[in-house]
Structure formats: C-alpha cells, structure tokens
C-alpha cells in the first residue's frame, strides 16, 4: 500500500468512528434525561397555603415539591432573639431580615442541611429546631448554631399573595 | 441476487394484502389537506385554537379530556396560547381539592398543572345522562380509531336521514361514517354554532376540520418534535452507513488481496 | 477457545488474565474465525443482538415510569406518552422495536432454514434457538398486556384461556394464571414480573447460542465444512464487525423510519381504548408476529386439538435436524428442495394473511389448507426428500470451487464479499 493510501483510510475511519460517537451521545441522552423531572412534576412548582389560623408561637408544616416547609409565626420575643444574635459568631452568617421578609412569618425548607432529615420543632440549646438525625442544632431564624450540618436552613422562594395567603413558589 | 428480489417480492405482497385487508373494511372517509401529515407536518396553530374553542363549547358538556391538562395548551408545538390567555382559562373551571385543615373538600379555580376538568364524575354517570351510552374520553380518540383523524373529520359530518327500510330507535341517529351506521350522538354541528375570535367563517366543515385537527394535537402531543427528530435521525443514519459502508469496502480489500 | 495461546502484553493484563481470562474471551472473540463468503442474511444475528439490547434498555426505562396497577396502568403510559422527557420516543422504540425484533429472528430462522444451519453438528444452537423463540413470544405477548387497552385485555383473556383446553386442570389453571376469575389486577403484575424477567433468561440463552456456535463456527452459503483459521476464513474484527455494522444501519433505517413516521401502524388502534371488561373489540387480532400460528389455531375445529396444533407447530421446528434426513446442508446444492422451501415460505406468508382474516369461508379453507401442508412439509416432505433428491456437486472449499459446471456455484461465487 502506499503512503497515500494509508492517509486517505485513517481518514475515512476516523470520520466514520467520530460521526458514530456523536450517534451514540445521541441516544444516550434521551436516557439519561428521561429521569430528570418530567413535565408534570415540574408544573407543580408553586402550592398556596391559607395561614389565616395560625397563632403565634406555633409551626405549621406544608409539603411543597414533596418536602416539608416550616411556617412559623413567631412572638414578639422571638423576633427580637432571633435579631439580638452577633452574625460573626455564626457559622453560616445571615441575617434575620434576610431570611424573613416580614419578621412575623419564618418561611423555610424544614430540611437539615447535613443529610436531608426532617429537624424538630423548638427542640435544641437554641429554642429553634434540632435534626435527630446526627444532632444540628438550629436557631429560632432557622441558622445552624452547633452540629453537623454545613449551612442555614434553606428559605424557598415565597410571597403574600394576600395577607392570609402565602405562595410558595 | 435473484434470491434477493423473491424475497422482496413475497415481502411486498404481503405488505400489500395486509393494506389491502384493511381498505376493505373501511369506507372512503371526506377527504382534507392537514398540515401535519408527511415528514414535515406540523400543526396549525391557528386551527389548533380554533379546534379548542370547539371542543370547548360542543364536545366538552359530554366528553371528558382527562389526559390533558391546561399546561399543555401554553406547550410548543400544540395551540400555544399565550400564558396568561392559558391562566385565563384554567381559571374559568373550578376543580375539587382538598382535604383542607378542616379535613374537607373544597372548590378552587383550576390552575395550569390541573388536568381539564371532567364533564362528568364518572364513567356510570356520563352513562346515565346519556341514556346508556358513554360518551368516550377525547384525549386519544383519534389514535383509538381505525380511521384517525379523517374518522372524526367525516363522522362529524356524516349525519343523514336513514335510508328506507332502516328503522332507528329514539335517541339514535344515522351517520354514514360510523361502525354500523347508528350512533348515540346526535348532530352537532351547525353552521356558525360557534364564534371565532379571528373571523373565520364556522361552517361545519371548517370546525370539522378544527376540532379534528385539536384532537390530533391532544393524541400525538410531541408530533412535531417527532417529525423533526426523525428527520434529523434518518439524515445522520443514512450518512454513518454511506461512511460505514466506505470503511467496509476498505477493509474488505485486504481479502482480495490475500486472496 | 484457544485459552492457552493468547497472553496479554502488558504486565497487569497478564495478572488480571490470569485470575479471569476476560482477555483470552475478548481475543476469541476478535479472532474468531468467520468464513468469508457469508452473505447478508448472515447479518441478522448481529441486528438481533441489538434488538435484545434495545428492548432492555428502552424496557427499563419504561419499568421507571410505568405503574402496573388495572386502574393506573393505561394513564400511566399516557404520562409516559406526554409527560415524561423523551417518554414518547423511548416507548415508540420500544414497542416497534418488538416488531423488529420478530421481523429479523423470522429472517434468521429462515436463512438457517434455507442454508442447512441447523444440521450436525449445530443441533443445539438451533435448538437453543428455539427456546429463545418461544421466550420471545411469551414476552412480547405478556408486554402486550402492559399499556392495559382493549387489545391488551381481550389478548390477554383469550390467550390465557388457551389453557382451559386442558382436559380436567384446564380451568384450574387458568383461574392460577389469572390470580382471580377473570383477568384483572394480579393478572397484570404478574405478567408485568414476568415481562422483566423473560428478557433476561433470553439473554442467558443468547451466551449460551454463540457459545454453542463458537465450537463448530459459522455454516456459510455453500454449507461445507471449513478449516479454521484457514483462507476461507478472515478474522471477526474488523471483517464481520463492519459488516454487520453495515447491515445493521441499514435496518436501523427501517426502524426509525418505523418509530419517527408511522408508529401506531403496527399496533392496534383498539389499544388505545382504556381495557374495559364488559365490551370486547369486533375482532381480537394478535400483533403481526404471531398471526400464522393464530391461523393455524383457528383452524382446527377442536378446542384442544386447536391448541396442540398451534403448539405443535413451533415445537416441531426442534425435531427439524433429524427431520430433514439429506446431508446436504445448503439449499444452493438442493434444487428440489430450494423450490419446497419457498413453497413453506409463501405458506407461512399465507398463513399469516388469513390469520388477520375473519375465521370463515374460504378463509378458513385456505388457513386448513396452509395449516396441513406446514405439518406436511416438516414430517413427510423433508424425511422424503433427503433419500430421494439429486443434488448438485458440492465444492470442497470456498476459495476453491474446484467442482465447477454447476450453475449454482457462479451464485455463490458472486456472494463471496466484495470480491467483484
């Protein structure tokens, strides 16, 4: 064979081998997403809670995007403790305000941070929430104070459609 | 060589009685240009949300759309309706959730990841308003009818008198398009029953046509992007065989030359 | 295999190889020698290799979305059909993709039939053959079932049925197989354990098919034995791998053209209506795939005669290498039996027609008519023919016809790849 013929072969196979590859990344995405959320799942992002009966000092607990979402109304007391803290002390600084738009009503993801389990309400050394799971500790603003878990919390995206309603959403 | 096209022949006539069974049983449907037959086909958007106000305000007292929620109306490649037009008629019907805090039920206004609200409760009561019959759930009704589309497209439109000697029961009309010729369903389309928003004149061919091509879109939702995929999918299969078949050559010139 | 003469160049692949000799199998496979002249028909096992893989795949990935529940299950693949992210593709591949799987194993089955392939010494690869058959349709008929239409459900009742012919435990176990006294919800998770099952034993069965075939190798066109390797052999890599590589896009076209463009044409449009006990549809057809043996079936007047027919009909495929008495493997050599041969295949081609054809009339003749010639041509025809037929002379090797002045050889000659 000559030179020649030898490069124009590398060639062909090589052009052949890279088209059959993309083929196959083709295929396998389709595989691959179809475990991604579908359409339904997705469209059901967004879940209206009426909190009209909700006293202060108490939680109540609605399941939005199938996990649990803390809704306190908190007392005067609460508000102001949860103010007084010193951010520098904490391990994932935030402030109160940021995490409660309207201070009366803490709206949050009741998940712990470290691995997922569901923490209990006004249990803990911080009056706040304690994950059984491994021991977090979780202040009335829903900071971690001492434990295992890495960061705050996390706080969904929500509003006051009107002064009884919240979306979450 | 020969051998080949025996085969291909014997292949071809039995795809051809196969066909050939088929045309048999069927009459010859109304015919109509829809835009999304052929490899290219896609839906038009315009019939689309003509075909649901149709389906709206005639089908939808007695049948139910269950498969289809009012999401899929905002979706690509169906009727498009803009989000809040969607919005707008979700929240026309109210749907039953619940339970709330007090452990009961309640009404609210649909919203868009509701599926569309059904006519009737259940299968037994759509029977018992309809003097036994039930009227069958739309969603996949064209793909759950030998003729498709074109099935619907005449049957809406095939109503006539009887001929002499057929005697029908009350509440049962004649249509020439269906099973048997006696239907449960009685006409109804008429000349400008409905009012379309974009001035299209509503004779009953034209709703006809847009509801069926409406029912088409909530049977095959992904149709275009099948269209198009497939299109995509043959393009690139036939060039990797051309290049694979190249390659086969190549290396199968090393034999002849063993040889 | 050669287990002995391979080692692994490197350092590691020989320590590994020699703890598990995957190495060994891979160069046996790469190596393995293939005769030269096999001709396209020779390509199906490969495709069907990749049907098996595609229906497991797509199979899987439908299991994640599909809820086997008689209330939930026909919604459950509508959510698939809408919902789900590529739901609609992966189960239009599925579902036509048994069709394909059907359309080549019947391709393969009859180019074994044509070519002799499943005589001495290759009985058990075409015995195995078989059984993966028989599997076949047992999962396809189960998965069937699944999307719970009309079809679906009256498929299912009338198959399951069948059993009841059974003299005294027939209805017994047709009660067993229903979990009930109609089919119903037990019925449809049990067929649904049994669809995920069925794929997997007949992948086992595939290792055991080519293992079997890897002792004697490949039959070829002229159905003679071959030294191997010799020169009438080449390499599997890259020979046979580009070919059927070849092949297969080909058919891959077939199929998408299947799964983009007419998707629900294989299908029955019954089974898109939701099951419903109290209506059967106005006739119960099979798919495609299973038509001739619904012909024959129906043709016997006797409930369980009718179903020992039916079964007889595939079983008696098991007993076709001592059947077929000639020892001439290749139908190229076997002028009176090439002509029988297509004689069974147009029978078969009509057995399948009349099948989709209401039972009466002349259909019913034509299916009896079929139906006793296809029990003819394996149990007079064949035995007959091997003691009495003239056959051509046969040449002693591939590259070397030396017997030439038969017509038939320029045929094979021409089949020798791409020699020409």
């Not at chain 1, 391990?91 to 209990?120: F, I, Q, S, Y």
């Not at chain 2, 196969?18 to 048999?24: G, I, M, R």
């Not at chain 2, 069926?212 to 060039?239: C, D, N, Q």
């Not at chain 3, 390797?229 to 076209?253: E, N, Q, R, W």
């Amino acid at each position: 064979m000559t030179e020649k013929k030898t490069n124009r072969r590398d060639f062909l196979f090589t052009a052949t081998y890279a088209v059959g590859a993309v083929g196959a990344g083709a295929v396998i995405w389709p595989m691959i997403d179809q475990m991604n959320p579908d359409a339904s799942v997705k469209a059901l992002a967004s879940t209206e809670v009426d909190v009209s009966s909700v006293d202060p000092g108490k939680t109540i607990t609605v399941l939005w995007r199938g996990k649990p979402v803390f809704i306190r109304r908190r007392t005067q007391e609460e508000i102001a403790e949860a103010k007084s803290v010193d951010i520098e002390e904490l391990k994932h600084p935030e402030k109160d305000e940021d995490r409660a738009k309207n201070p009366e009503w803490l709206v949050m993801l009741g998940v712990c941070t470290h691995l997922g389990c569901v923490p209990l309400d006004q249990k803990g050394d911080y009056n706040g929430w304690f994950c059984p799971c491994h021991g977090s500790h979780y202040d009335i603003s829903g900071r971690i104070r001492k434990g295992p878990a890495p960061t705050n919390m996390e706080i969904p995206e929500y509003k006051f459609v009107d002064a009884n309603t919240i979306k979450i959403g | 060589m020969k051998k080949f096209y025996r085969v291909l022949f014997l292949l071809i006539l039995f795809v051809g009685f196969q066909f050939s069974s088929k045309a048999a049983e069927k009459v010859e449907y109304l015919k109509t240009d829809w835009s999304f037959k052929g490899p290219f086909g896609k839906f038009d958007r315009a019939a689309l949300q003509r075909g649901y106000q149709v389906y709206q305000e005639v089908c939808s007292s007695c049948h139910s759309m269950k498969y289809l929620s009012y999401r899929n109306l905002v979706e690509k490649g169906g009727p498009e309706f803009s989000l809040e037009q969607a919005k707008a008629i979700a929240a026309s019907f109210e749907v039953k959730d619940g339970p709330n805090a007090d452990g009961e039920m309640f009404m609210r206004p649909a919203r868009l990841s509701d599926k569309f609200v059904m006519p009737y409760e259940n299968e037994k009561a759509a029977q018992a308003a309809n003097g036994g019959a039930y009227p069958p759930d739309m969603t996949v009704l064209v793909k759950a009818r030998g003729g498709g589309v074109d099935y619907i497209y005449s049957l809406l439109q095939g109503y006539e008198d009887p001929p002499v000697g057929v005697s029908l029961d009350d509440g049962v009309y004649y249509n020439k398009y269906m099973y048997g010729n006696k239907i449960k369903m009685s006409n109804q389309l008429s000349d400008g029953l409905v009012e379309y928003s974009d001035g299209t004149n509503a004779s009953v061919e034209q709703m006809a046509k847009d509801v069926s091509t409406f029912l088409m879109w909530t049977a095959e939702p992904h149709l275009e992007t099948r269209h198009r995929m497939g299109f995509k999918a043959i393009v690139y299969l036939i060039i990797l065989t051309v290049l694979v078949y190249f390659s086969m050559k190549r290396i199968w010139s090393r034999v002849k030359t063993e040889v | 295999m050669s287990e002995h003469e391979y080692v692994p160049k490197s350092k590691a692949g020989k320590w590994f190889n020699d703890r598990l000799p995957l190495l060994t199998l891979a160069n046996h496979l790469t190596d393995y020698p293939t005769p030269k002249n096999l001709n396209y028909w020779w390509t199906f096992g490969g495709i069907l290799t990749f049907c098996l893989i595609t229906q497991i795949v797509t199979g899987l990935v439908l299991a994640m979305h599909y809820i086997a529940h008689a209330d939930m299950a026909f919604g459950s693949v509508e959510h698939i059909m809408r919902d789900v992210n590529y739901g609609w593709l992966i189960r239009y591949i599925h579902a036509n993709g048994a069709s394909m799987f059907f359309l080549a194993v019947y391709i393969h089955i009859f180019r074994s039939l044509f070519y002799g392939s499943y005589k001495s010494p290759r009985e058990i690869i075409w015995i195995i053959g078989i059984i993966i058959y028989l599997l076949m349709m047992a999962a396809a008929f189960l998965g069937y079932v699944l999307p719970w239409g009309q079809m679906s459900f009256w498929g299912a009742t009338v198959i399951t049925n069948l059993f009841s012919a059974i003299p005294l435990i027939g209805e017994g176990i047709v009660t067993w197989l229903w979990g009930g006294y109609s089919v119903d919800n037990p019925t449809l998770t049990r067929f649904f354990t049994l669809h995920y099952l069925i794929p997997f034993l007949i992948l086992g069965l595939v290792v055991l098919h080519i293992w079997a075939l890897h002792i004697p190798g490949n039959n070829n066109p002229i159905g003679i034995d071959i030294k191997k390797p010799s020169k009438d052999t080449v390499p599997f890599h890259p020979y046979i791998v580009i070919k059927d590589g070849f092949a297969l896009l080909m058919f891959m076209i077939v199929f998408a053209f299947f799964v983009f463009y007419t998707p629900n044409i294989l299908g029955h449009a019954d089974n898109y209506i939701e099951a419903n006990p109290l209506v059967t549809p106005a006739h119960i057809v099979p798919e495609w795939y299973l038509l001739p043996f619904y012909a024959i079936l129906r043709s016997v007047p006797d409930k369980l005669l009718g179903v020992i027919a039916m079964l007889s009909a595939i079983l008696i495929l098991a007993a076709l290498p001592w059947l077929d008495t000639s020892k001439i493997r290749s139908a190229v050599f076997r002028p009176l039996y090439k002509q029988f041969y297509w004689i069974l295949v147009a029978d078969v081609l009509i057995l399948g027609y009349v099948g989709a054809m209401p039972a009466e009339g002349l259909y019913l003749l034509i299916a009896r008519i079929a139906t006793a010639y296809y029990f003819l041509h394996f149990l007079v025809v064949l035995p007959i023919l091997g003691f009495k037929e003239r056959t051509t002379p046969v040449p002693l090797s591939i590259t070397e016809p030396i017997l030439g002045g038969s017509p038939n050889l320029a045929t094979v000659k021409n089949k020798d790849s791409f020699k020409g």
